[in-house]
C-alpha cells in the first residue's frame, strides 16, 4: 500500500512541495488548505494528476478543505500560514500564525495521530514547539525544517564561490531560523577538504553572513512572498528520510532534553531522520565561540517561545 502524505498548507511551498513528492513517488498526497482556497488547491492537485503521465507516476493527487481527509496520514507538512514580506522579520509573523498552528494542531491529532510531522510555518523555532505543546505529540514525532534549508543554503553559496559541485559540499547549520543561526564554517568541507583550504577567510565570512540572510535576500527579491523551491526541497529530503528509514543526518528543529545543554526548546541540531522519525540527535564539540553564538541564538528562541505563552 501507498504511504500517505498530508501537506496542510497548498500555497507556494505546499505547491512545489507536492510535485516533489510526486516525482519522487513518495505517496499519495493530500494538500488541505482553507475553504476560501479549496478550488486552488483542487486545481493544483488535478494539474498534477494530468502531469503524471509524462513520467509515469501513479501516485495520487487530491486537494480538500476538510481535514477528514487526511485520516491515517504517515507524514503531515505543515506549511499553512503567512510568508513574509519586505520589511518584516520572521518573528512578525507569529500572531496569526500561532494561531493557525492551533487549528491544525488539533486536527493532526484528531485524524492522523501516529504521523511524523514536519513544521514549516514562520517563526520556525515557535510554531513548531506550539504545534508539540497543542498536539501532545512524542517529540521524536515532531519536527521544525530549518537546518535542511539553511545548510543547502550554505552549501549552495561555497559551490558557488568554489566552482566546484553542491554534491560534494557538506557543511551543518545550528540554531534558531533567524538571522542568529550558527554556521559552522570549521566543519564545513568540499569532498573532505576543509573549505578554509579553497578559500579565503573574507570569503568564508561573506559565505556565512550571506547564509544567515539568505531567506531575506529571497523575500527583497521576490516582493511579495518568500522561498518556496529550496524549502520544498528541503522538506521533501526529510519525507524521503523518514519514509525510507534512510538515517540520514538533517539539521532539524529538534526538541532538546538535555542535548548542548538545551532543555524543553526546539532548536536546530544534527537529527538522524529515519523511520522511527527524530532518532537521535548528535552531539559534536563545539569551539567556545560556536557555544556563545549557539547560546545567543537560543536566547532568540526562548523570547519568541515565551510570546507563545504556551
Ligand atoms: N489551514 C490550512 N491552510 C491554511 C490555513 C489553515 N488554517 N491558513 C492559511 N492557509 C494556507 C493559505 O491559504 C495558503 O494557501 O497556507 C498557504 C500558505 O501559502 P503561501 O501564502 O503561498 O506561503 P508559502 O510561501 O507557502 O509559506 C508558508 O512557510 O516558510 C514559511 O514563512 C513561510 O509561514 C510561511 C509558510
Known amino acids: 500500500m501507498r504511504k500517505k502524505i498530508a501537506l496542510i498548507g497548498g500555497g507556494q511551498i505546499g505547491g512545489v512541495l507536492a510535485l516533489l ?75 496569526i500564525n500561532l494561531k493557525i498552528i492551533t487549528d491544525v494542531a488539533n486536527n493532526v491529532k484528531k485524524y492522523a495521530p501516529n504521523a511524523f510531522v514536519i513544521v514549516v510555518s514562520n517563526p520556525l523555532d515557535a510554531i513548531v514547539y506550539a504545534f508539540y505543546k497543542v498536539s501532545g505529540f512524542k517529540k521524536n514525532k515532531v519536527v521544525g525544517m530549518a537546518g535542511a534549508l539553511d545548510s543547502a543554503r550554505f552549501r549552495a553559496f561555497i559551490a558557488m564561490e568554489t566552482g566546484l559541485s553542491t554534491q560534494d559540499v557538506s557543511c551543518m547549520v545550528l540554531g534558531g531560523h533567524g538571522p542568529t543561526m550558527v554556521p ?11 573549505i578554509d583550504k579553497l578559500l579565503p577567510g573574507e570569503k568564508i565570512e561573506a559565505i556565512v553572513d550571506r547564509t544567515r540572510k539568505a531567506g531575506t535576500e529571497i523575500v527583497q527579491l521576490l516582493g511579495n512572498g518568500s522561498a518556496y523551491f529550496s524549502p520544498a526541497a528541503s522538506i521533501t529530503e526529510m519525507i524521503e528520510a523518514y519514509l525510507k528509514d534512510k538515517k540520514r543526518v538533517i539539521p532539524s528543529a529538534a526538541c532538546c532534553e538535555g542535548e548542548y545543554g538545551i532543555d524543553g526548546y526546539f532548536i536546530g541540531v544534527p537529527c538522524v531522520i529515519g523511520a522511527g522519525g527524530i532518532e537521535r540527535i548528535l552531539e559534536i564539540d563545539l569551539t567556545d565561540d560556536e557555544k556563545a553564538a549557539l547560546n545567543k541564538t537560543l536566547e532568540a528562541v526562548k523570547k519568541t517561545v515565551s510570546e507563545t505563552k504556551l
Open 21 to 95: 513528492c510526486t516525482q519522487k513517488e513518495l505517496g499519495d498526497v493530500v494538500i488541505i488548505d482553507i475553504p476560501k482556497a479549496e478550488g486552488m488547491i483542487k486545481g493544483k492537485a488535478l494539474d498534477l494528476m494530468e502531469s503524471r503521465p509524462h513520467d509515469g507516476y501513479d501516485v495520487t493527487l487530491t486537494g480538500s478543505s476538510d481535514y477528514a481527509d487526511i485520516k491515517g496520514a504517515d507524514v503531515v507538512a505543515i506549511t499553512a500560514g503567512v510568508p513574509r514580506r519586505p520589511g518584516m522579520s520572521r518573528d512578525d509573523l507569529l500572531e
Open 184 to 194: 559552522l564554517p570549521r566543519l564545513a568541507t568540499v569532498g573532505g577538504v576543509p
